[in-house]
């Protein structure tokens, strides 16, 4: 049996910020994860580092924390991010209100944007369709998700966190409607709080204590090709629909994505025709995706509550929530992006360390992560059994 001040349940993007942030204030963790870190939606998302500049007319609150995140995480996740920047191109059937409405709306939340006409575009991204009419550049960039969660994952064990990949968690002890403990596969784990950032598995994980988390999942499909040459993130400007991203890599681009609710975060049908969709679209910004080779197909799942105000796929918030329970010692969080993870870990310390006492501050914007050498990452990477799909091209 262990004893720990807190079990973090997940070991995705959020369950290791979470266990990163408690353990840098000297709170005594044990993250259990029952795959690879990341082996559930973290490692399988477009890895698109927002400006902000998607969400900015939608939700500008959304696109605050991710011009604000961003630039944190371009600080302090070296070889997890790239900086590539981002264009955001209208195409010969896009509203030309739209695309000054979001330039405006981006101005609004401070994402900086720079106009280019399409002989400047092009210019900069000469695998760009010859009918762009004009574009802006943002601050976007691109996340590998494997690096980001295993240089987290050490730095929390750096900072004397216990991070342990492959340990099921199969019960939460509760007594007298306390949160006393959690059991995984191999042993008992009693703790003075848990948290659960089981991502799209949170409503699962939480039944485990006897309470409900409704979560409304949304599944979308990524599609690599063999396409060199594009160095920025290229954004279709548009109200967010299927297809409208292209994530740059070393010598691939990552089409993307769809959002179609799904009942099971796992068990779920996929669909050729989306597959396509991904080509076609990706195609209208990017010619040469039309004739590339596909070297990928991937799935993902947004871990998206459904909560009172909570919208069904497209239109369910992209934020994310914090949540109390009736059963004591228990914190679970939903929703969010992979770009505002540190954030999001920082909110649920926050609410943990003041029932613990706690009162030390977060201090993970400021700190760097261990994630300087790319060849050490990815030896941590191998180490904590985190590669998955989004990078597999990259790490390692
Ligand atoms: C298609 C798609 C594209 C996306 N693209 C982007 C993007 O470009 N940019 C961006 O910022 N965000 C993006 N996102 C969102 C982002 O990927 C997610 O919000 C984020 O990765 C969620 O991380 P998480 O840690 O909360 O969940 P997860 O990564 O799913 O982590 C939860 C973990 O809990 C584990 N778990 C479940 N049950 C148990 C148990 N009983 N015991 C122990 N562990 C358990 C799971 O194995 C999993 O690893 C995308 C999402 C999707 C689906």
Not at 196 to 210: F, M, Q, S
């Amino acid at each position: 049996m262990t004893e720990t001040d807190v079990v973090v349940i997940g070991g995705g993007a959020t369950g290791v910020g979470v266990a990163r942030d408690l353990a840098m204030r000297g709170v005594d963790v044990v993250l259990c994860e029952r795959g690879g870190l990341g082996a559930g939606t973290t490692g399988r998302s477009h890895g698109l580092l927002h400006s902000g500049a998607r969400y900015a007319t939608a939700d500008p609150e959304g696109a605050a924390e991710c011009i604000r995140e961003s630039r944190v995480l371009r600080d302090i996740a070296g070889e997890a991010v790239e900086r590539t920047g981002g264009l955001f191109v209208q195409l010969p059937d896009d509203d030309p209100a739209a695309f000054d409405a979001r330039i405006e709306a981006c101005r609004d939340v401070g994402v900086p944007t720079e106009t280019l006409s399409a002989d400047a575009a092009r210019e900069t991204e000469p695998e760009l369709a010859s009918d762009v009419r004009r574009a802006f550049r943002v601050p976007d960039g691109v996340i590998y998700p494997s690096r980001l969660v295993a240089a987290t994952a050490e730095s929390a064990r750096q900072h004397g966190a216990d991070v342990r990949p492959n340990a099921p968690v199969t019960d939460i002890v509760v007594t007298e409607g306390t949160v006393t403990a959690v059991e995984t596969d191999a042993e008992r784990i009693e703790a003075d709080h848990v948290v659960n950032a089981g991502g799209a598995w949170a409503g699962r994980i939480a039944e485990l204590a006897g309470v409900e988390v409704p979560m409304a999942p949304t599944m979308g499909v990524m599609v690599a090709v063999d396409v060199g040459g594009v160095d920025s993130v290229v954004n279709r400007c548009r109200p967010p629909d299927d297809g409208d991203i292209v994530v740059p890599h070393v010598d691939r681009v990552v089409l993307g994505t769809t959002s179609t609710p799904v009942e099971d975060p796992e068990e779920f049908s996929t669909d050729e025709a989306a597959v396509e969709a991904m080509l076609s679209e990706g195609a209208a910004m990017v010619p040469a995706v039309a004739d590339a080779d596909v070297v990928d197909v991937y799935w993902g799942v947004r871990p998206l509550y459904a909560g009172d105000d909570g919208g069904r796929g497209r239109d369910a918030s992209r934020g994310f929530q914090v949540h109390d329970h009736d059963v004591a010692r228990l914190t679970t969080v939903t929703g969010g992006k992979l770009t505002t993870y540190r954030l999001m870990a920082e909110a649920v310390s926050d609410a943990v360390c003041e029932r613990l006492g706690v009162t030390e501050p977060c201090r993970t914007a400021d700190a760097e992560l261990p994630a300087g050498d790319a060849e050490k990452l990815d030896a941590l990477v191998e180490e904590f059994d985190a590669a998955g799909p989004a990078d597999t091209d990259i790490v390692g």
